[in-house]
Structures are given as C-alpha cells and as structure tokens.
C-alpha cells in the first residue's frame, strides 16, 4: 500500500495501518543551512536526536520537542558517516574525514578523538556498534573492522575478510556483533576475543548485503542494495529467508528492526520508507514526499523510528504510539 | 625579446605546464583511497557501488553501460555532461551541488591539489 506523506515541519499524516500493524504518524524536521544532509541517526533515551551532517563536518543535535537544531564543529576535514548513542548516554561517531572514532559529551559538546593507526592509512570509516562489554566495534569500507576500548584507549584493526567492503554492524540483544560487506556480499559474525570475522553467504550472489540490525531473538536483518531483498539469518538454525521488497528494481539501503520486530527499510528507487511485518510477510510502503530523500540509514526507540533523509536536508519520524 | 629570455619564458611556460598538469598521479592514488570503497579503476570490476572510473575521462554522464545509474546523474548526463578535467574538477569540489541529487555520499573534496592529484590518476588510469 503506497500512502504519500505530506510532511513538512511539523506534524502531518496519520496513515491507516496495514492489518494487524500500529498506525503511524510522520513528522519532518528541516535542518539548517551548514548542518544538513545527515547521512546517519542515532536517538537516545532521553529522546534527543543526533545526527552526522557528513558534507560539513559536523554533528547535529535535534531537540524534537523544540525542533532546535545545534551543531558541533567536530574539527577541519570532519565528515562523519556514522554515529550511535553509547551505553555513557553520549553520541560516538565514525569520523571518517579524521579517520578517527569519535565522542562528545552530550552537555559539555566536548569533542574527544581516537585515531587510528597513522599505518593504516585512509580507511573510510562508516558504522559503530557497542558490545556488551562497553567496547566499540567499527567498519572501515576500504576493507577493515576494528575495536577501541575507550576504558583503556586500546585500538586494534583487523584486515577484513575479502576485502573491501566492510559497511552496516550491530549487536544482537545475546550480545553478539555482525557486520555487512556491501562490496564483498557477504555478513560477517566478529568473535569478541579474539577479533576474528565469519563469512556468512546470503542465499543470493552478489545480493550487496549493505546494513544489518537484529530483532529481539538475536536473528539477523539485511538490506540488500543489489539485489532489492530483505534477508534474514537465523543463527540458530543456520538459516535464510529472504524476500523481495516491492517495485520492479528495488534497491534496500537502510535497514532497522523496532521493539515490535517489525523491520523498516529504505528503498531508494520507490524514494521510500518501506515496512515490513514477519508475521504476515506484507510490505508497505510510505513515499517521500521529496525527490531523492536518500535514505541512508534508519534508527529509533520504542515508537519511533527515524531516518535521516540525507538529499532532502531533514530528518523524519514515524511515530507507530 | 633576447634569445636568452626567450629561453627563460620558454622554460618558465613548460614548468607552468607541468606543474598545472600536477603529474603526482602516485598522491592522486592515495587520495582515490576516499573512492576506493565504491569505485575501481581496474577493467571488468564492475560490481561495487559506484561506476567503475576507468577511461571515465570523456565518457558522458551516467552512460557507463550495465551501471544502474541515480535518476539526477542519468539526467545531468542527458542534458550534455561529459566528464573532462574541469567538469571532474567541479563535481569533486561539491558534488551534491555540480549534480543536485547524485547518489554519490563522498563529502566535497575541498583542497585542489587533492582533486588535480586524484583526476591525474584517474586520466592514467584510462590509458
């Protein structure tokens, strides 16, 4: 089912659910001028809503309640790709300009840095996760992952399995850690320990596995950019399902799996967000009401699920309470 | 003009030309590492994210064949966008404002040398 939303500001649209799925509200908020195109989103508990305006090296914080947008400079020749909230309450980022990990104190705005190793070169860094243990764990899409404990300020960095390619990673509620490879077409599971990546092949070749999220029973979601697919690991089983999302040529860039284990995707030739429910295996879908929103990452909290529409200079919320 | 300073200027112009040339394609290589996750320049690698940039110099905007090009690049292309090193130039410097919409997330490549170095590279790699 194909519903435009009429965003523009400040609330809009209460969409009529699919069967058996909340309805949902949409809410748009324009950034400002030298802090837009947010490539990825990350919002706390406190519901405080951060976000990397990547073009000008900078991390946005959005008051939703306000819609006040500040800014903090994360220094010359920032572009952040990556950011979540820290288990510290704190935003950390994949500040691939700097090719540093990144953390700045939510009420102070102090900005501190962990570089990498000057050895390893360029890395483009893209996405971060957080273990169960406090570390951070992070992709480089020149064809790394790596690890800092911000306790101790130990950083390793491990040569990628295949190359190039390292993109999307997360961590399964049973604390495990996965990575995509959009290159490499492939997820990867990442021993804690020892730092060691798994190969995992998706049923379909050259699917260009490119985000991963988990639902609350540890399996594990992948958007497929080549393919158009939404697929699923089972770990349990050592098992794939795999689905094709809506449209003639789909691509799926973002993937996201809220606290109902519905999974949200963005899909960019339809300039959509899309939903899917498990339980019913439907799909629908909810257009941009912009050109090129460019989903590239999606994000959220109990009842929210936000993705930053980096072509459109604004983030937007779907309110599913 | 005297014969020397002829020679003087003659010199000076070739110097300008090889330094307006750039001719550091080995810093250009390092710099094309901030393209190197979604672009190859070796022929037949042809499944990353973005175009494989090999002889991209002259080819005309998102016409690379088997590529599935963004809607804003296919049309900037059809509107007579041909990649030379000016126009290369001028998309690096800003790509989301040379080509509103471009699929392309890499952040403006602000330094010049970096982009002279890079579209160096890129026009060696092409031969």
């Known amino acids: 089912m194909r519903r435009a939303i009429q965003a523009l500001g400040v609330v809009l649209l209460v969409l009529l659910p699919a069967v058996g799925q909340p309805q949902v509200s949409v809410q748009a908020y324009d950034l400002p001028r030298g802090g837009g195109h947010p490539h990825d989103v990350a919002v706390g508990a406190d519901g405080i809503v951060w976000y990397t305006a990547q073009r000008d090296g900078k991390l946005g914080r959005l008051d939703p309640a306000s819609g006040k947008v500040d800014l903090v400079p994360l220094g010359r020749g920032a572009a952040p790709h990556g950011v979540v909230v820290g288990p510290d309450g704190a935003p950390w980022v994949t500040e691939g300009g700097t090719n540093s990990i990144v953390r700045v104190d939510p009420r102070t705005r102090e900005v501190k840095s962990w570089p990498l190793p000057e050895a390893r070169g360029y890395v483009n860094l893209n996405t971060l996760t957080f273990d169960q243990r406090g570390r951070v764990w992070f992709t480089g899409q020149n064809g790394v992952y790596g690890r800092l404990d911000p306790g101790t300020g130990e950083m390793k960095v491990w040569d990628a399995p295949r190359g190039r390619g390292p993109y999307g990673i997360a961590t399964t509620p049973d604390g495990a850690v996965y990575y995509a490879s959009l290159a490499g077409s492939h997820i990867a599971r990442l021993d804690l320990d020892t730092g060691a990546a798994t190969v995992i092949e998706p049923p379909t070749k050259g699917q260009g596995a490119r985000r991963v999220w988990s639902d609350s029973r540890g399996r594990v979601w992948v958007s497929e950019w080549n393919s158009g697919n939404v697929s699923r690991y089972d770990p349990r089983a050592n098992d794939w399902k795999t689905w094709k999302l809506p449209g003639d040529a789909p691509r799926a860039y973002a993937v996201y799996v809220d606290d109902q284990d519905t999974v949200w995707l963005s899909e960019w030739s339809a300039n959509a967000m899309v939903r899917f429910d498990p339980r019913t295996e439907k799909f629908e879908t909810f257009p941009s009401d912009r050109r090129g929103a460019n989903v590239r990452q999606i994000l959220g909290r109990p009842g929210e699920v936000w993705a930053p529409e980096s072509g459109a200079d604004r983030l937007v919320v779907y309110r599913t309470k | ?127």
Do not use: K
């Open chain 2, 1 to 127: 003009m005297s014969a020397p300073a002829a020679a003087l200027t003659a010199a000076a112009g070739l110097l300008a030309v090889v330094l307006a040339a750039g001719a550091d394609p080995a810093r250009g290589e390092r710099v094309f590492q901030r393209c190197f996750a979604c672009h190859s320049v070796v022929a037949g690698e042809d499944t990353l994210a973005g175009p494989n940039l090999r002889a991209v110099l002259g080819r005309r905007a998102g016409t690379l064949p088997g590529f599935r090009f963004s809607p804003a690049m296919a049309g900037a292309g059809a509107r007579g966008l041909v990649w030379t090193r000016t126009t290369l130039d001028a998309y690096l410097a800003d790509p989301q404002a040379y080509v509103p919409g471009t699929e392309m997330a890499m952040p403006p490549l602000t330094e010049g040398d970096d982009r002279r170095d890079v579209i160096d590279y890129l026009e060696l790699a092409g031969r």
